[in-house]
């Protein structure tokens, strides 16, 4: 630990004295999360953007992995790779966090767990998104503690005729074989790009134990996990264009207590989902109409154990189509209208055959009255047979006090209904086992509503520092809580006397937090630059009856996060570190502890001996610390990984 101390230390003299040129760059990109289009300082939002370059430099292993390392971001993984992780935001389940691919939703009507599970290839990546804080009047159900929208590359009209391949492929302890690959081709009007990620490994070996008179077997953290995408499009005569894209993300890993802390797990899962999307796009003068089409179609096979009928298979679909129309009205107002129509459904031999609709209209106005101000107001109305009628709306501010200091605040409400899982989980099983999870058809829809004040300070030319307090109060959330099948009314499947974590509201949560932020880049010339950010988030989440549940309280109280990249010449080197500290918890069936808190280090370098050929090393877990960030699923230890990449642009 003395040693982790140091490094920790050493990374937070390193970040003070090189903040560059990175918040100027930044503040003044359209974010494409935002309906009308406008800059970050403009939204009054908490805003961060990963770009192409930053993405490849990191040291990571699957984009849940790279995400975790942006403040204010926590990733709960079961597996390091990417095989399964929560992605969690500001106190919010990892349900309560939404997912978007090119503004459309990505959000599995089975079950959060999935949420992570992004069919965009790394070199597909133009640049990702995150929005911190509520956003269900643009977006819908689900957009309670964040968004994060993944743009991947398309047309660009400033651009002329050019040819875009890049690629790397590792090779690591555990017979680990990482690949990346991607192209991007633009001829005139018409583009084409794709990629594809492969990630790879017989896992660690976790030895056999004996817990409370239990042999618990031996096995190994095994993952296989591949993606791969293409897109095509063209711009059309009168400012259409028109974008197709299909994408596959394929998984297979062991599962062992992923889920459960039963002595009886023996689990694998393999899942697949199928990406397609379809947008066309008119723009004209002062307006733009999107239309998109997405369709998500996802498939699940979970396996408890070898030893006897334990196989749960799903099958679930997801077609979303969203019209927007954005109109700038004048230089001082700009608005948007939209609406959305979804359908939802499920095949399962354990949660049964179900299926959805959902209907939604919004508007968002932005208004600037002075040039120091600008304010937007959101509205949406939704319909949903699972939760009926609702509306959300949004109020957000930003004020430019003065060159440095930008005031922002926002208030809105967020809603969201429980998945298939959390209505259907174990329904069909017959003579369910202790400890299982089981579903509720009588959930309530999530009702929040969330506050924030922050402000963004320039320092010096282009230091930044950003900090924000927010505050979510909450009704009927969802979660699972230990309950005697006395107390459950659909016990029929249940033992005597035994308890389950049976899905329940659970009234009245309040989160409260602080997030604080630092953001550098020292571009000293062409060849040498030093990018990089620290990050620390308190939160703070209490309920009246004094529940205790799985998620809702299972994020870190306190998160501090790192992550700067140095490039000099052909050299670059990247470190990323995390220290959290969080309730701890045992589990004595398996006689696995969940510690109060970690610190995890990763650190990578490159070299680039010529314009299309380098060379990479990367350790992931330096310190090679035993932790875990689900109860009873271990992470991996210390992993070497050495490779080549290759590059023609």
């Not at 003395?2 to 503040?27: H, K, M, R, T």
């Not at 996990?225 to 264009?241: A, F, I, P």
């Not at 330096?622 to 290759?646: C, E, H, K, N, T």
């Amino acid at each position: 630990m003395q040693s982790q101390s140091i490094f920790v230390l050493a990374c937070l003299l390193l970040v003070v004295p090189i903040y560059g040129q990175l918040s100027s760059e930044v503040d003044t990109v359209t974010v494409k999360s935002a309906r009308v289009p406008m800059t970050i300082a403009q939204t009054g939002r908490n805003i961060s953007l990963l770009r192409p370059k930053e993405i490849r430099q990191a040291p990571y292993t699957s984009l849940d992995d790279l995400l975790q390392y942006v403040p204010g971001i926590e990733v709960q993984s079961r597996n390091a790779f990417g095989a399964q992780g929560d992605i969690t935001m500001r106190g919010a389940t990892f349900s309560q966090v939404m997912v978007l691919v090119d503004g459309m939703k990505l959000n599995d009507p089975l079950t959060g767990h999935f949420n992570h599970a992004i069919p965009v290839a790394t070199a597909e990546i133009e640049r990702i998104e995150v929005l911190r804080g509520a956003a269900a009047a643009i977006y819908g159900a689900d957009a309670v503690g964040g968004v994060i929208n993944v743009v991947t590359k398309s047309y660009q009209p400033d651009r002329s005729d050019y040819t875009e391949i890049e690629g790397q492929v590792n090779y690591g302890d555990h017979s680990l074989l990482m690949g990346r690959q991607g192209f991007a081709l633009q001829r005139g009007r018409q583009f084409i790009t794709g990629g594809f990620n492969l990630t790879q490994s017989l896992g660690e070996p976790i030895p056999e134990r004996s817990v409370n008179g239990n042999t618990l077997s031996a096995f190994r953290n095994y993952f296989d996990v591949k993606t791969v995408g293409v897109q095509l499009g063209t711009r059309l005569d009168n400012g259409w264009q028109v974008r197709y894209r299909t994408a596959y993300d394929h998984r297979d890993f062991s599962a062992r207590y992923f889920y459960t802390t039963s002595a009886f797990d023996k689990s694998t899962e393999t899942t697949g989902t199928w990406w397609n999307q379809l947008q066309v796009r008119k723009t004209r003068a002062n307006s733009t109409t999107h239309i998109n089409l997405a369709h998500k179609r996802n498939t699940d096979v979970f396996i408890f154990s070898p030893d006897f009928p334990s196989t749960n298979e799903h099958v679930t679909h997801f077609t979303n189509l969203n019209v927007n129309h954005n109109w700038t009205l004048s230089p001082q107002f700009s608005m948007n209208v939209g609406t959305q129509v979804d359908r939802r459904s499920i095949e399962s031999n354990d949660r049964g055959d179900h299926q959805d609709w959902h209907f939604g209209v919004y508007g968002m106005g932005v208004w600037q009255p002075a040039a120091a101000w600008t304010l937007t107001a959101s509205a949406r109305v939704d319909y949903d047979e699972n939760y009926d009628l609702e509306f959300t709306p949004q109020l957000n501010a930003s004020y430019q006090a003065t060159p440095a200091l930008r005031l922002r605040a926002s208030a809105g409400r967020s809603i969201r209904a429980a998945n298939y899982t959390e209505r259907y989980v174990s329904f069909n099983l017959p003579n369910l086992t202790p400890g299982r999870n089981l579903g509720n058809s009588n959930l309530l829809a999530e009702r929040s509503w969330s506050e924030e004040l922050g402000f963004d300070l320039d320092l010096g030319r282009a230091w930044q520092w950003k900090a924000t307090g927010f505050l979510r109060q909450s009704g009927n959330l969802i979660d699972y809580v230990e309950t005697n099948e006395s107390n459950i009314p659909n016990n029929q499947n249940l033992q005597d006397g035994a308890n389950y974590f049976f899905a329940q509201n659970i009234s009245d949560v309040v989160t409260r937090g602080v997030e604080t932020e630092l953001w550098f880049g020292k571009v000293f010339d062409e060849r040498r630059q030093l990018r990089g950010s620290l990050g620390y988030t308190y939160l703070n989440t209490t309920n009246e009856e004094g529940i205790v549940s799985v998620y809702i309280s299972s994020h870190a109280r306190h998160l501090l996060t790192t992550n700067w990249i140095l490039s000099a010449g052909g050299l670059d080197f990247a470190v990323n570190g995390l220290y959290k500290v969080r309730n701890a918890r045992f589990a004595e069936s398996i006689g696995s502890e969940l510690e109060e808190s970690y610190s995890l280090w990763n650190v990578r370098a490159g070299h680039s001996i010529t314009d299309q050929f380098g060379i990479q090393v990367q350790i992931h877990n330096v310190f090679d610390v035993a932790y875990q960030d689900i109860l009873g699923a271990p992470m991996p230890g210390r992993w070497f990984m050495a490779g080549i990449s290759f590059g023609i642009r």
